[in-house]
């Protein structure tokens, strides 16, 4: 089966694969505060009314996507950051039936579920959802959530080696009719066996967040979008973009899409969105959380290259987590986002999810100002919205 085969099956289902211009979703949906490190008031209450009403109203608005965020304790700080999480399966599994158009995501952290439950769920999702379900893998860096676990944070290449196994059984129970035995240097399976098989065929769809070197290469071979930090604009954006998709073709002849992270700060005026960036950050930022943050990750140790950081820059870093975990931004007038957008879509992205500080009130504030503005530019197709 080619690539545009395996995309045409599944696109009867999955809105992932529809013929939009730029797809949307919303990020964080099932974490406290959502992905603005703040105190501000108006962040992401989780309790499952508030929940449910924002991802119906993305679902009413066309979003294609829902993805969380797998958390299993918070950043500390006076807001403790993402202190309150769904778990990620069974959340999904609640928004497959409250939703009838976007893809529901969970996002799995590979060492702390076996492959054969992940399988299963998934599956099962995928089923509520009427095929409708798509696997975000993530290799795991949390040392306090896997220390939970019982598990020590893996050497770097050995993560992907790890989660190539992983995903290896998870794919072959989505599509293997026999049973079969599965020898690897960490999972060992026996007859390994699952009926019923998922709604899409051959398997749901695959997000990987790859960064390194090793990760973009597990996420061509393995995935069917990336969701990466590429952090840049313009053409500088559009040469990265074109990079992951030249290195997936020609390692691996595979195609694949590519998605990130923006922060919607969308006011009447530039000035207001500007005022307000400022206010949630620098007011009423939680720089301790943001700093626990940047301290697991290993960030006062210096960067990938060796070199530390000076006070001005681990600031500037920690703004950009209190910011959106740090997302990218979109900062302006809803005429601004869209040029913004329209850059991102030059660029060569598919897909972009989206947060905010409020959810709620700023989502439909983006439905009722950004989406037409969308659809007038040639990155959506119209949408009867369900009031």
């Known amino acids: ?31 406290s505060g959502g992905c603005a490190i703040t105190t501000a008031d108006g962040t992401l209450d989780i309790a499952w009314p508030n929940v449910r009403a924002i991802a119906k109203l993305a679902d009413r608005a066309g979003f294609e996507a829902m993805v969380p965020v797998a958390r299993w304790r918070g950043f500390g700080g006076p807001s403790n950051f993402n202190g309150e999480s769904h778990e990620s399966y069974t959340w999904a599994a609640g928004l497959a039936e409250a939703t009838e158009r976007l893809a529901v995501f ?18 099962t999702i995928d089923h509520i959802s009427g095929g409708r379900f798509a696997l975000n893998v ?15 944070i893996m050497e770097h290449e ?26 690897g240097r960490f999972f060992r399976v026996k007859r390994g066996y699952q009926q019923p098989k998922p709604l899409q065929t051959p398997f749901p769809a695959v997000m990987n967040a790859g960064a390194s070197s090793t990760g973009r290469r597990f ?56 005022d307000y960036l400022h206010y949630y950050v620098y ?19 210096g960067n990938d290259r060796g070199a530390t950081y000076t006070p001005e820059q681990m600031r500037a870093i920690q703004a950009r987590f209190i910011t959106g975990w740090g997302g990218a931004t979109l900062v302006g007038t809803p005429e601004m986002v869209v040029d913004g957008l329209l850059g991102l879509a030059d660029a060569g992205m598919n897909g972009i999810i989206l947060s905010w500080v ?22 959506r197709q119209s949408l009867t919205r369900k009031p």
Request: aromatic fraction near 12%.
């Open 1 to 31: 089966m080619t690539p545009q085969d395996l995309e045409e099956t599944r696109r009867q289902t999955n809105p992932l694969f529809n013929d939009n211009r730029l797809k949307l979703g919303v990020f964080g949906l099932n974490v």
């Open 106 to 123: 969970s996002t799995s952290h590979v060492p702390t579920i076996h492959p054969i439950v992940a399988a299963k769920q998934a599956t």
């Open 138 to 152: 993530v290799c795991g860096w949390f040392v306090p959530e896997l220390e939970m676990f019982g598990a020590s």
């Open 158 to 183: 050995r993560r992907y080696e790890y989660a190539a196994e992983w995903l290896e059984i998870v794919k072959r129970l989505w599509t293997s009719e026999d049973e079969f035995d599965y020898e």
């Open 219 to 274: 996420a061509a071979q393995y995935a069917d979008m990336v969701f990466t930090g590429l952090g840049r604009d313009g053409q500088g954006l559009k040469e990265d973009v074109d990079n992951y998709r030249r290195m997936a073709w020609e390692e691996f002849r595979r195609e694949m899409q590519l998605w990130g992270h923006w922060v919607v700060i969308c006011r009447p005026t530039e000035k207001e969105a500007r």
């Open 283 to 301: 007011d009423k930022g939680d720089w301790d959380a943001a700093g626990n943050v940047a301290r697991i990750l290993g960030l006062e140790s």
């Open 358 to 379: 409020n959810y709620e009130t700023e989502l439909r504030h983006f439905v009722d100002e950004v989406l037409p503005l969308m659809e007038q530019a040639g990155l």
